[in-house]
C-alpha cells in the first residue's frame, strides 16, 4: 500500500495553467478508472474537485479538470487564480479493495 | 444538508485504546458505505478503513490492520473506530467519510484530533 507519488510543489501566476501529476501501478492507477482528487486547505477538510479521473461534481469549478494514461493521473488547473493556492491529493481505488492517497501537492500562486 | 461529525478524539497513552464516532445526519446514513481517514500533523492524507453500507464488508490500512476495527450502527446513523494498541505514529486529525459506489471518497466531517502521548 504504497501512496501514489505526486510532486511536493507546483506554482504558477495567476492566469496561467498548472498541472499535478498522480503516479500508481497497475493495481491502482492504471487498473481502474478509479481517480478522484481532493483539494484541502490548512485546517480545513479536504473536497472533491474531480472524480472517476475526470467528472466534476457539482460546486467544483470548472477550471479543473482530470486525465488518466496508464499509470497516472494528473490534474490541470486553468485560468490560476489566488484561490487555488493549497493541497492537492490524489486517490485511488485499488486491487485489494483499499484505497491509497497520493503524497499531495502544495500550489503556489505567485 | 449532510452533515458529518466526528468525536471521541482526545490524549491517550501508548499502548491504551480509544474509540472514535462519527454521527451522520441529513443522508441516508445505511446506504452509504463509510471511510475513515487520518492525517498526521502536517503531513498527508491517509486511507485508515472503509466499511460497506450494510457492515458485510470492511477493509483495512497495513499499518492499522489488527489494531484498528471499523464498525456502523445504522439504526443510530453512527460510524465508529475502535482503535487499541495505540502507538505514536497514530497521531493524526480522524476523518470519517462518505463513499460514493465504491468509487471515490465524497463528504467529509470536519475530523476529531488524536494525540498518543506519554
Known amino acids: 500500500q504504497s501512496a501514489l507519488t505526486q510532486p511536493a510543489s507546483v506554482s504558477g501566476s495567476p492566469g496561467q495553467s498548472i498541472t499535478i501529476s498522480c503516479t500508481g501501478t497497475?493495481?491502482?492507477?492504471?487498473?481502474?478508472?478509479?481517480v478522484s482528487w481532493y483539494q484541502q486547505y490548512p485546517g480545513k477538510a479536504p473536497k472533491l474537485m474531480i472524480y472517476d479521473v475526470s467528472n466534476r461534481p457539482s460546486g467544483a469549478s470548472n477550471r479543473f479538470s482530470g486525465s488518466k494514461s496508464g499509470n497516472t493521473a494528473s490534474l490541470t488547473i486553468s485560468g490560476l487564480q489566488a484561490e487555488d493556492e493549497a493541497d492537492y491529493y490524489c486517490s485511488s481505488y485499488t486491487s485489494s479493495s483499499t484505497r491509497v492517497f497520493g503524497t499531495g501537492t502544495k500550489v503556489t500562486v505567485l | 444538508q449532510v452533515q458529518l461529525v466526528e468525536s471521541g478524539g482526545g490524549v491517550v497513552q501508548p499502548g491504551r485504546s480509544l474509540r472514535l464516532s462519527c454521527a451522520a445526519s441529513g443522508l441516508t446514513f445505511s446506504n452509504y458505505g463509510m471511510h475513515w481517514v487520518r492525517q498526521a500533523p502536517g503531513k498527508g492524507l491517509e486511507w485508515v478503513a472503509v466499511i460497506w453500507y450494510d457492515g458485510s464488508n470492511k477493509y483495512y490500512a497495513d499499518s492499522v490492520k489488527g489494531r484498528f476495527t471499523i464498525s456502523r450502527d445504522n439504526s443510530k446513523n453512527t460510524l465508529f473506530l475502535q482503535m487499541n494498541s495505540l502507538r505514536a505514529e497514530d497521531t493524526a486529525v480522524y476523518y470519517c467519510?462518505?463513499?460514493?459506489?465504491?468509487?471515490?471518497?465524497?463528504?467529509w466531517g470536519r475530523g476529531t484530533l488524536v494525540i498518543v502521548s506519554s
Open positions: 467519510v462518505t463513499d460514493r459506489g465504491n468509487r471515490y471518497l465524497d463528504l
Open positions: 497497475s493495481s491502482d492507477v492504471g487498473g481502474y478508472n478509479y
